[in-house]
């Protein structure tokens, strides 16, 4: 139903429980919650090749 | 012998009604000042209670609440789709539909997809500038399985009550439906749909690919200036429609709130020693969220000596459970570090 337009994403913690995601052009902070609408999002668009979540700094 | 006559504000006796916000009453993101438009977004996330707008064509919307609503039944708000750029001809994967989503464990009691599944009594008042057949549908959250009751608007500008009921879906035809705190279903709202969103059928469970309403069925994206507005949205068990279950704002708040939260005001402050240090506090959230929450900033506010990227350093940046978030800030250098003024939405919506 939801098919967002994810730009970039990337962890941002030192333990990786929150990803910085550009969604639909917006800076959105995502934890890493499977039943978080933009998460399994971000998961989809990984499985499917689309999309890589980069390493935090 | 004596009658107790109960009031419908649901005071004492059982919420019936399983949409959360039938009435639009409550509007965080304060749409009815602002209506959100499908130029950023073809998404676009208006009024709460897990709305979307979904506009995949050529032409554009705004989308919000508006004061106006039927009288003599206590509404006073309405959800409004106005067409600010009209697509004369859908292609088969375009869509103007209004979506809420339907989180399971708010509709397990109706043992849907069983032998045992319930009926549904639906009623609505809806009121378009078009006149024509329009669709209610519901979709599997995972597509694969629809069901469409077309409505009619008879009278432009004119408000309509509309009611109907729907037998319980005996099994999964198609798709999947979640269970506990994921998405069960959708309910569309079709004012214009491509072919490739056609269920097929009406007023049956039909196995289909993503189907959300009939393409035959009236466009509203498809005339300039066009509006569609509906309000008094209830959704109860059973096949009798009772009168629409006001709540009190506190009670319809805190349900929205499940889904989305605003938090302003935020403030933090620390000093630092050196760069890269940083102050912490956990806020608590006034209602237990249906998922940890994603978080964005829509007012940026003052802040002192952040790390480059305020946006990355500073606010609900290091972690979001579903009662609580890290409110944080970063020192770029050494000395007094703070922000204050933040305003930044939750969001666990469907």
Known sequence: MYEMKITSAKYFTEDNVMILANIDGQEISVPTDPANTHYAEILKQVADGDLTIADAD | ?350
């Open chain 2, 1 to 350: 012998m004596s009658l107790i006559k109960v009031n419908n504000r649901g005071q004492g006796v059982p919420v019936k009604n399983l949409i959360v916000n039938g009435n639009f009453e409550v509007d965080q993101r304060n749409s009815l000042a602002s209506p959100v438009t499908s130029a950023a977004t073809q998404y676009p996330r208006s009024v709460d209670g897990n709305w979307m707008g979904v506009e995949q064509t050529d032409g554009q919307i705004s989308i919000g609440k508006v004061a106006d609503a039927p009288s003599g039944n206590g509404l006073q708000s309405s959800l409004k789709v106005t067409v600010t750029s009209a697509d004369t001809s859908l292609a088969a994967a375009q869509r103007l539909c209004p979506t809420h989503g339907i989180e399971a464990s708010t509709w397990q009691h109706l043992d849907w997809h069983t032998t045992n599944a319930k009926p549904i009594a639906v009623q609505f008042w809806v009121k378009s500038s078009i006149t024509g057949t329009f669709g209610f549908t519901f979709r599997t959250g995972g597509s694969g399985m629809s069901y469409t009751h077309p409505y009619t608007i008879s009278s432009a500008n004119t408000w309509e009550k509309k009611t109907f009921t729907v037998a319980g879906p005996t099994s999964v035809l198609g798709g999947s439906v979640g269970s506990g705190t994921s998405i069960m279903y959708y309910i569309v709202f079709g004012l214009g749909l491509g072919t490739d969103f056609d269920t097929g059928a009406n007023g049956a469970w039909t196995a289909v690919g993503n189907g959300q309403g009939r393409s035959s069925h009236t466009s509203l994206i498809g005339t300039n200036g066009a509006t569609w507005q509906m309000t008094g949205f209830q959704i109860e068990e059973g096949t009798v429609h009772s009168e629409f279950q006001h709540e009190s704002l506190e009670e319809n708040l805190k349900k929205c709130q499940r889904y989305f939260q605003v938090h302003a005001g935020l403030n933090i402050r620390g000093y630092a020693s050196t760069g890269f240090t940083r102050v912490e506090n956990m806020v608590s959230l006034p209602v237990t969220m249906r998922a940890a929450p994603s978080s964005a900033i829509t007012v940026t506010g003052n802040s002192t000596n952040i790390r480059s990227g305020v946006s990355t350093y500073s606010g609900f940046r290091l972690g979001n459970t579903t009662n609580g978030a890290i409110l944080s800030v970063e020192s770029a250098s050494g000395g007094i570090t703070h922000i204050s003024g933040r305003t930044e939405t939750l969001s666990a919506e469907i």
